[in-house]
T-cell receptor, first 115, second 113 residues
Framework: DTGVSQNPRHKITKRGQNVTFRCDPI?????LYWYRQTLGQGPEFLTY????????KSRLLSDRFSAERPKGSFSTLEIQRTEQGDSAMYLC???FGAGGHNEQFFGPGTRLTVL | AQSVTQLDSQVPVFEEAPVELRCNYS??????LFWYVQYPNQGLQLLLK??????LVKGINGFEAEFNKSQTSFHLRKPSVHISDTAEYFC???????????FGAGTRLTVKP
């Protein structure tokens, strides 16, 4: 297995445009997490899925953000009407099992730049 | 409120010297604690974690961390660093009854020859 993959690796967009990112977790992992990381900060939790169910969303996830994991495998994160403040690295992580004690395996991230 | 505080944003150190990266956490509930490392242009990798039991936890690449409940700390140590240890290190905590992992701002460790 090649680990968690994310596409695209880089995205440059103009303010007001919509963008969508994809995350492919490790195949047997049932949990998938999304984080946002800005320069000089650690990752900030956005949301997570247990299989196809979205179980928790951070208050950071405004109504312009939506995440899906339709078949419990890959996940997409869409940002509508992007703003300059959305510029960040978006990280995906996956793990197997339930509970926060399990190791999360991170992808390389998608770097979003909003002009 | 900041849940995880990494006390040093940058730590420069010479090769083969010991290093300590400091982490303090705040939580009203019991937590699991983690250290992750991010090498340049790579995803975060788990170094070690504290779940319960012995307060001294050993991880990969010769790193270890000690959980101190009274001081709410989880400092990371290595007795002798290598150039290849140059990376960003993140301390993180997860509530035992929850799933939202919170990270500190990171400590950039730079090992100089």
């Amino acid at each position: 297995d090649t680990g968690v993959s994310q596409n695209p690796r880089h995205k440059i967009t103009k303010r007001g445009q919509n963008v969508t990112f994809r995350c492919d977790p490790i195949s047997e992992h049932n949990r998938l997490y999304w984080y946002r990381q800005t320069l000089g900060q650690g990752p900030e939790f956005l949301t997570y899925f247990q299989n196809e169910a979205q179980l928790e969303k951070s208050r950071l996830l405004s109504d312009r953000f939506s995440a899906e994991r339709p078949k419990g495998s890959f996940s997409t994160l869409e940002i509508q009407r992007t703003e300059q403040g959305d510029s960040a690295m978006y990280l995906c992580a996956s793990t197997f099992g339930a509970g926060g004690h399990n190791e999360q395996f991170f992808g390389p991230g998608t770097r979003l730049t909003v002009l | 409120a900041q849940s995880v505080t990494q006390l040093d944003s940058q730590v420069p150190v010479f090769e083969e010297a010991p290093v300590e990266l400091r982490c303090n956490y705040s939580s009203s509930v019991s937590v699991y604690l983690f250290w992750y490392v991010q090498y340049p242009n790579q995803g975060l990798q788990l170094l070690l974690k504290y779940l319960s039991g012995s307060t001294l936890v050993k991880g990969i690449n010769g790193f270890e961390a000690e959980f101190n409940k009274s001081q709410t700390s989880f400092h990371l140590r290595k007795p002798s660093v290598h150039i290849s240890d140059t990376a960003e290190y993140f301390c993180a905590r997860v509530p035992r009854a929850g799933n939202d992992m919170r990270f500190g701002a990171g400590t950039r460790l730079t090992v100089k020859p």
